[in-house]
């Protein structure tokens, strides 16, 4: 298996972006802020971790991009570069250790005047105070340093860093592009369309493929899927007995909801007549066609609508068990209905 490069990646997913910046660049023409606004999945780490590394790469290619493989390039990419500057958030807060470390290097990139990047994450998630902060940096820059701010719902982000920055949407990639890259990087066919679904990277991907795990898990959920959709009480044993030794963390917790969305997300791929690869789930195919024309739209569209909840029912910490267990009960309502 081959690893897909940062650079790559970021092409993948934001082909234009990365163009258009790429020539920002060239012409010397950056801002000194940029707000990314994009969902996981979108690409806006890897697009600002090339961008750093365009800014100081000491080998640019003929196609304007940085070479990957240059010791600037490699230390970017090692997060051991001490002009690009990277903050992303401990937990559920960015701390205040890592506000000072922030104001510090504002501080130093002031004296010295050099390049320099800053590269903050999950910014909705600051203090007010280091938002604050980070304010006064934006209205009065210094030096030749560039601000990447970057959040998941530009929604949460205050006001005045909004009004003070240039945001720039990233919109999520079709999983198709991803699953070719999957395919190319040898991933198993029954897998590609669930992992394009599930990841951002074929890196990503092969991550959650070094074991059996998701394999397992795949087989599990459409299991539970199958008798779901035949109105089968059993399903609901099925999430103490098979779902739920499969969330080994929260992570883990969090990609089988993700599927639960996918495996139903199928029903209604079939109603558009989609197949064969475009199914996150292949191995249960039958049961989704059969279940895609077993209930009407409305219906497939309220389960959907209520896996997709579950998300945030894990993130307000609600206990996993009880979130599988209540979908269940209304998926199954909804099928014997
Ligand atoms: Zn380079």
Redesign the pocket.
Known sequence: MTEESVVATAQRLQPQLVSHFMHLIQQQHLSHAYLFNGADGTGRQVVARTIA?RL?????TAEGL?????????RILAGDHPDVVTVIPDGQRIKVDQVRYLKAEFTKSAVEGNQKIFIVDQVDRMTTSAANSLLKFIEEPVGKTVALLLTANKNLILPTILSRTQVVDFLRVAPQALASALADAGIAPSQRYLLATLTESVQAAQELTTDDWLKDAQAKVGQWFTACCQGDERAFVRVQSELLPLALNRDRQGVILDMLVQVWHDALRQQAGEVGDQLAFPQVAQASQQVARQLTIDQLVTIMTLTLATRSQLAGNMNFQTILEALTLQILAQVTR
């Open positions: 590394m100081f790469c000491q080998n640019i940085p070479c990957g493989q240059c010791s600037e390039c490699r």
